[in-house]
């Protein structure tokens, strides 16, 4: 059991934001040789994927499957990354509420994030590179993470006057990240491949 358990870390999971039960539209083959396929969103560090879907198995937006390693796939045949423009229309449309649920259902890991936040430069703190959160903002998070660690998005919210959604404002940078490639600093999407 402990096996399992020590694997278990190294499973990469993610939610699907699409499901195309013929396939790809872009795949040329007949419909007949088309497998299910879809896009998908690592819930850990928010890689996007094209997934190939096993055929006996029919999923629904948000389910949840193993994307790594292979040999712990049970629905997922292949699956490589894809950027943000390479997704669905469907799946673009999906993604923020995907993210929106990830935040929230992983309060404790982005709150943590306010908690632990560092400067990137001597000019510029990971909190400026949320949506909305200027020098005034920022140094009063770091004020209250002082004096005790914050442990919800509401005490955040309660605690720094001016803070109103904290999530929001998380889910916000999280789609930025994933919808712009030049960005020079990413603080969620890719994370854990690079610590790989």
């Known amino acids: 059991m402990s096996e399992v358990d020590s694997d278990e870390t190294d499973v990469r999971r993610a939610v699907v934001l699409d499901y195309l039960a013929?396939?790809?539209s872009g795949d040329g083959r007949p419909q007949y040789a088309k497998s299910p396929a879809g896009y998908a969103l690592d819930v850990e560090d928010f890689g996007l994927y094209q997934v190939a879907f096993d055929e006996d198995t029919r999923l629904t937006i948000g389910s949840e499957v193993v994307i790594e390693p292979a040999d712990e796939?049970?629905?997922?045949?292949?699956c490589q990354e894809v950027e943000y423009g390479a997704l669905s229309s469907g799946a673009q449309?999906?993604?923020?509420y995907v993210v929106e649920d990830l935040v929230e259902e992983n309060e404790e890991r982005f709150v943590d994030f306010y908690n632990d936040a560092q400067p990137i430069t001597l000019r510029l703190h990971q909190l400026n590179l949320l949506p909305g959160i200027g020098k005034k903002l920022r140094n009063g998070i770091l004020d209250e993470r002082k004096r005790k660690p914050f442990e919800s998005f509401e005490e955040l919210s309660e605690r720094v006057s001016g803070l109103h959604d904290p999530s929001d404002i998380l889910v916000e940078r999280i789609l930025e990240e994933l919808r712009d490639d030049d960005l020079k600093y990413r603080t969620f999407v890719g994370r854990q491949q690079e610590q790989d």
Request: charged share 40%; glycine share 8%.
């Open 93 to 96: 449309t999906e993604l923020e």
């Open 73 to 78: 796939r049970d629905v997922v045949v292949d």
């Open 22 to 24: 013929h396939g790809l």
